[in-house]
């Protein structure tokens, strides 16, 4: 299918409206919560009824504007209308950071054209920061243009992670990288929200990321970003299965080929 500059522009206008008026409900809500508005979908894996309430404005906004796309969303994960336009959208990532009073979160929403990234926007309410970028047009932070980090060595460089707590059964690999990393990293942290570890990375403070067992919903909007700031995203194979295995690494190219290398030699068995 056809689409032109004028649409992805206007597909990334109705994302960031979305966002701000999730943002609204995140912000009224935040140390707020009582423990009846919490759920645990699974072993310390949550949702709140800001998570909820956050993605129902959104795919409201979306489909007020296109009732026939599809939408893939972290709550409810509704799909229909069999478009090749399909909407990624985390209503709120870092929902145990939000629970406990932590002010690291954001909303994420990315549209996929016939399987191709080709818009991203993530919104830190709390900073009112907004992240946004179309695929071969370059990553923005509040109008202003963004580059990945020019360091291009992990001794350098200052590192994100997440922990893989979907899947402990790598746990141990998992701390040999982590470790390995230490080892030749300036830093590493781990901020809780994988599309905020992502969008700093697009902005170059971090030099690198990666994370195991993630949806797509966490990557979407971070990986394009990362790409349109100049910087290289791949699974742990150096392909470009991320979305789907939910192995991921991003950074700057020579960062990333650092980070690639050390998970390749750990993860080959």
């Given at each position: 299918m056809t689409i032109n500059l004028n649409d992805l522009n206007k597909y990334l206008d109705v994302a960031k409206e979305a966002a701000l008026r999730a943002g609204v409900v995140l912000k009224e809500r935040f140390r707020k919560l009582c423990p009846s508005m919490i759920d645990e979908k699974a072993k310390n894996d949550f949702v709140t009824e800001a998570d909820k309430k956050s993605e129902e404005i959104i795919k409201s906004h979306i489909w007020s504007h296109f009732s026939d796309h599809d939408i893939l969303a972290e709550e409810s994960l509704a799909v229909r209308n069999a478009s090749p336009l399909l909407w990624i959208i985390d209503p709120l990532d870092g929902t145990l950071n939000y629970i406990h009073g932590l002010p690291s979160f954001a909303v994420s929403i990315a549209l996929e054209i016939e399987g191709e990234l080709a818009v991203g926007l993530i919104y830190e309410p709390l900073r009112e920061n907004i992240y946004s970028a179309i695929k071969g047009q370059g990553a923005f932070k509040n109008?202003?243009?963004?580059?990945?980090?020019?360091?291009?060595?992990?001794?350098?460089?200052?590192?994100?992670?997440?922990?893989?707590?979907?899947?402990?059964?790598?746990?141990?690999?998992?701390?040999?990288?982590?470790?390995?990393?230490?080892?030749?990293?300036?830093?590493?942290?781990?901020?809780?929200?994988a599309c905020l570890d992502l969008a700093y990375t697009a902005e170059g403070i971090f030099g690198g990321f990666f994370e195991c067992s993630l949806s797509p919903w966490d990557m979407a909007a971070g990986a394009l970003l990362v790409k349109e700031a100049g910087g290289v995203v791949t699974d742990f194979d150096g392909g470009n299965q991320y979305l789907k295995t939910g192995n991921i690494i991003a950074g700057s190219k020579g960062v990333h080929q650092e980070m690639l290398k050390i998970i390749q030699e750990i993860f080959k068995n």
């Amino acid at each position: 299918m056809t689409i032109n500059l004028n649409d992805l522009n206007k597909y990334l206008d109705v994302a960031k409206e979305a966002a701000l008026r999730a943002g609204v409900v995140l912000k009224e809500r935040f140390r707020k919560l009582c423990p009846s508005m919490i759920d645990e979908k699974a072993k310390n894996d949550f949702v709140t009824e800001a998570d909820k309430k956050s993605e129902e404005i959104i795919k409201s906004h979306i489909w007020s504007h296109f009732s026939d796309h599809d939408i893939l969303a972290e709550e409810s994960l509704a799909v229909r209308n069999a478009s090749p336009l399909l909407w990624i959208i985390d209503p709120l990532d870092g929902t145990l950071n939000y629970i406990h009073g932590l002010p690291s979160f954001a909303v994420s929403i990315a549209l996929e054209i016939e399987g191709e990234l080709a818009v991203g926007l993530i919104y830190e309410p709390l900073r009112e920061n907004i992240y946004s970028a179309i695929k071969g047009q370059g990553a923005f932070k509040n109008g202003t243009r963004i580059h990945i980090s020019r360091s291009n060595t992990l001794s350098t460089s200052l590192v994100a992670t997440g922990f893989p707590f979907r899947i402990k059964d790598i746990i141990d690999n998992y701390l040999k990288v982590f470790k390995e990393l230490f080892m030749h990293a300036t830093g590493i942290r781990r901020g809780g929200s994988a599309c905020l570890d992502l969008a700093y990375t697009a902005e170059g403070i971090f030099g690198g990321f990666f994370e195991c067992s993630l949806s797509p919903w966490d990557m979407a909007a971070g990986a394009l970003l990362v790409k349109e700031a100049g910087g290289v995203v791949t699974d742990f194979d150096g392909g470009n299965q991320y979305l789907k295995t939910g192995n991921i690494i991003a950074g700057s190219k020579g960062v990333h080929q650092e980070m690639l290398k050390i998970i390749q030699e750990i993860f080959k068995n």
